[in-house]
């Protein structure tokens, strides 16, 4: 029986299906935290070890040394474990990319490239990385994940959000909000006001507009709430609901269980996808009906990304969809 990835995306990209968080890790202690904290909860959250904020002045190397040294642990079970690195303006982001993935580029699920100003800046680091690639004898091209946190960058999205290797956009909430110069207030970096403040949504509309269009996953910012859990479910669903995103960061590990959550699919349209998907099947793939309806490829499409971004978020599917698709 032929699987769904197999036959529903033939000649063309498939979306991206990515675990539901993105958890932020700037020190080692950090990172070996949330390296047991993945071995213990399994591949449902990515790490990101922060060779930009996390590095000390002066220590840059030695700061992504260590970072490409617990990517390449036994530790990282999953290799879900990527890291960001300095912006195109920095001195050191060159060197970032050498050392990460000189060392762990095997290992690497995804680079990410803060505050870029252009698609031009995206496409310098891009370039670089490709090539320290192929040095490096890496055959398989390494992700790319692009912060969205300038107004220059804002402005052109959707050229970001369309070049080759970008696999997903992710908003930079503080950043954008500090670039107005004080135009939007400080109570737009939290909730509500990162919903409702008009330059904020908007900010947010054209991020996820832009990475769906294209497809690229778009990535929701940080709640700056670190304790109510309640506080921190609600940002991840107006994020995934009113905003359309299908990933959020997270900066503490309170917020990784409650925002999964928020991410998952409605159960009951993974049960309907289930029995779609294995009655498709059964057809090798052509027209079915159920419940009355008629389904074919173009609405299987639907019903696989809405099974795998399930199984990412760590729900439990029926048994006869676990052997078919996920053995």
Partial sequence: MRHPKHVLFAGEKP???????????????????????QQELGPIFDITCDCEDGAHAGAEREHAEMAAALILSDDNRYHRVGARIHDVTHAHWRQDLEILVGIAGRRLPF?????????????????????????????QPIPVHVLIETHGALRE???????????????????????????????????????????VARAKCEISAAALACGVVPSHNV???????????????????????????????????????????DFSEVQAASEILIAAQDKDWGPIQHAGKLHDRASYRYYWELLDRAHVTGMELPDAAKQRFFA
Avoid at 15 to 37: C, N, R, T, W
Wanted: glycine share 6%.
């Fill in 223 to 265: 709640t700056t709430e670190l304790k109510d859990i309640d506080t921190i479910r609600n940002d991840a669903l107006r994020a995934r609901r009113e905003f359309g995103y299908l990933r959020m960061w997270s900066i503490h590990p309170n917020q990784i269980q409650p925002i999964v959550e928020a991410m998952r699919p």
């Fill in 111 to 139: 680079i990410t490239l803060p505050k870029p100003c252009s698609a031009a800046d995206v496409q310098t680091q891009i370039a670089a990385l490709r090539e320290i690639e192929q040095r490096c004898g890496i055959a």
């Fill in 157 to 199: 999205v959707w050229q970001i959000a369309a070049l080759p290797g970008v696999e997903s956009l992710d908003f930079g909430l503080m950043d954008f909000v500090s670039g107005h110069h004080g135009a939007i207030p400080g109570s737009a970096m939290k909730s509500p006001g990162q919903f409702d403040h008009p330059l």
């Fill in 15 to 37: 979306f991206p299906i990515l675990p539901a968080v993105d958890h932020y890790a700037g020190s080692e202690k950090l990172m070996k935290k949330a390296l047991q904290l």
